[in-house]
């Protein structure tokens, strides 16, 4: 089993200050760091060292964190959390699309950054097709290999392709937020990405079929203005 010492979080952030806390915070919870105060040291890092996760600030000093994102899914898989001081849903949701996983905004607190650092190494590993095998929500264990969803007793839930397909989706990215446009492009092909209609129905069913009470869903979040993230049971 892979412990988190032997984890390297690559932080490419160009406020000494801040890579100090975040290395502190890391640290303590036995990662490794390696350290890159601008994108181009950053991406050599990545080449060299190749990390588990990297965390990524926007405002570098001699590029666009987005573009540092773009030129690394290029060639990696590895998750990438954005952590920055843009808060607004389009600066979002071009980050995400660009390629990372998630999205914290500053100022931040350690215990959040960590706690997405651990869901995204816990799924960052696939299977070969890109999907977690199983996913435990509530009372239910979705089988995506063999498309069923059972409960207690063998009950059996029946989903629509098209709702399993979104569910596929996000199981892909459990944990993390996937924009409108990934979700829309990869359910339904990339002639509906603007048809988010569409998304707000199914997942309106999907919550009736699998939340508890789906007016408080625990398990299909929104993440307003940019998209959906999928949280596991453990």
């Known amino acids: 089993m892979m412990t988190n010492a032997s984890r390297a979080v690559l932080v490419i952030e160009d406020d000494s200050e801040i890579r100090a806390v975040l290395r502190a915070g890391l640290e303590l919870e ?5 350290e890159a105060g601008t994108g181009a040291r950053g991406l050599t890092e990545l080449q ?33 959390i954005v952590l920055s001081a843009r808060t607004q849903e389009q600066q979002i949701v071009a980050a995400l699309e660009a390629g990372a996983d998630d999205y914290v905004t500053k100022p931040f607190g350690m215990r959040e950054l960590v706690a997405r650092v651990r869901v995204a190494l816990r799924h960052g ?11 435990r929500l509530g009372r239910w264990l979705v089988d995506l290999e063999k498309r069923e969803i059972t409960g207690a007793g063998n009950e059996r839930l029946h989903l629509t392709p ?16 996937v924009t409108h446009r990934q979700l829309l492009s990869q359910a339904w092909g990339p002639g509906s990405v603007e048809q988010t209609h569409y998304l707000r129905g199914y997942m309106k069913q999907l919550r009736g079929k699998l939340e508890e009470d789906p007016s408080r869903p625990r398990h299909l979040l929104t993440e307003t203005g940019v998209g959906y993230r999928l949280v596991l049971d453990e």
């Open 125 to 135: 590993v696939r299977t070969p097709d890109g999907n977690s095998a199983r996913l």
């Open 162 to 177: 098209i709702e399993f397909r979104i569910l596929e989706v996000l199981g892909s990215h459990a944990g993390m937020v």
């Open 48 to 80: 060299s060292h190749r990390p588990d996760l990297a965390i990524v600030d926007l405002g570098l000093p001699d590029c666009d964190g987005i573009e540092v994102i773009r030129k690394a899914r290029g060639w990696t898989r590895i998750p990438v």
């Open 30 to 34: 036995g990662y490794r760091v390696i």
